[in-house]
């Protein structure tokens, strides 16, 4: 189905004549933000890193107690695929909703529940490569990440502590905001993980065993693009009040890709230390956009 904004499937149907409202309102995704979702880039009319996301999704599902069917995922995409081509829509972002399904009241999942999969089409933000060739400031959230080990990882539906930390007031110069756990630990971006690199040399992901997203470009950077450049990234602890010792950052995304930190926001959020575009941050980029060229 096409709204002005974006087009859509729900369960594989292009429209929602075939889905009453009793179904769809008592779905456990909106009811209890029982699901987990994607974004995938869908470029030159093909889902990219789709083996990735699919694998995280049938793993994370699993976390969550939800039975997902991994090869009719894989025929909704391309069915969905084959929609947007009839309309010659070759490139934007694709997001897959998994849902828990339907289930009736309380919080106890049903074993009868059949899990709903709702794909959505938007167009990709025009401002994507600017923010890769540029760069970005981030603002310090004042939101916290609460430790959650069960969860950790899972880019569940539940996403209130990025929600109210990207409405949080900042400067117009910010694009994103720096995400730190409760001990003070610096985790991720509102909608990106995060890599340093020390003045020794040493890059740094954060642990995210208590919480966070474990992003798909994260682990792609990590298994493939870190090792052609003959880098081992270790992950550990960053403290938010180490980051001055590191000289190079960068976040990613499925979406964005690399995109380099130009500037931090001071504790008190009132003017923004800058930094420099890092050699190695580039080469990673070339890197990336030679293996994958919808990030050039």
Partial sequence: MTTTDFI?????????LDISSAELLSDRGLAYGHGLFESIRYFDGDFLLKNRHLA????????LGIRVNLPHMSSALLSFKEILLKQSIVDGIVKIIVTAGSGGRGYQSSEASIPRIILRHSVAPVNLQDYRNTGISLWRCGQRLSTNTQLAGIKHLN?????LAASERHSSDCDDGLMMNDGGLVIETTRANIFFRGTSGRWITPDLDACGVSGVMRSLLIEEIFPLMGICPEIGAVGESDLDD?????????????????????PDNQ????????????ELQSMLSNNYPCFQ
């Fill in 8 to 16: 859509y499937t729900i369960d594989g149907q292009d429209e929602l």
């Fill in 159 to 163: 996403r209130l502590e990025q929600v």
């Fill in 56 to 63: 995280r999704i049938q793993n994370d599902a699993g976390r």
């Fill in 246 to 266: 590191y000289d190079e950052l960068f976040i990613c995304n499925s979406v964005r890709g690399i995109v380099p930190i130009v500037g931090i926001r001071k």
């Fill in 271 to 282: 003017s923004t230390e800058k930094r420099a575009i890092g050699k190695v941050t580039r």
